[in-house]
């Protein structure tokens, strides 16, 4: 069966079965990657260790949000 095929049947389907198979494909896409998950914990704790060593100043809250009013 090509998409398009399976498309028109799904869109057949009664709304509630429509929304089970939308909520599985979404959450198939939103899976963790642990990789790029493991990239940021090093690029924190780096950032973090910059910042105690004082070789990283850090930007006020007030400045960060100054824009949105």
Do not use: C, H
């Amino acid at each position: 069966m090509d998409r398009k095929e399976l498309l028109k049947q799904v869109i057949n389907l009664k709304p509630a079965d429509r929304f089970v198979i939308i909520e599985g494909i979404l959450e198939s896409l939103d899976k963790p990657d642990l990789t790029i998950d493991e990239i940021w914990i090093e690029e924190s704790e780096k950032r973090l260790g910059a910042y105690r060593n004082g070789e990283l100043e850090g930007i006020p809250y007030e400045n960060i949000f100054s824009d949105i009013k």
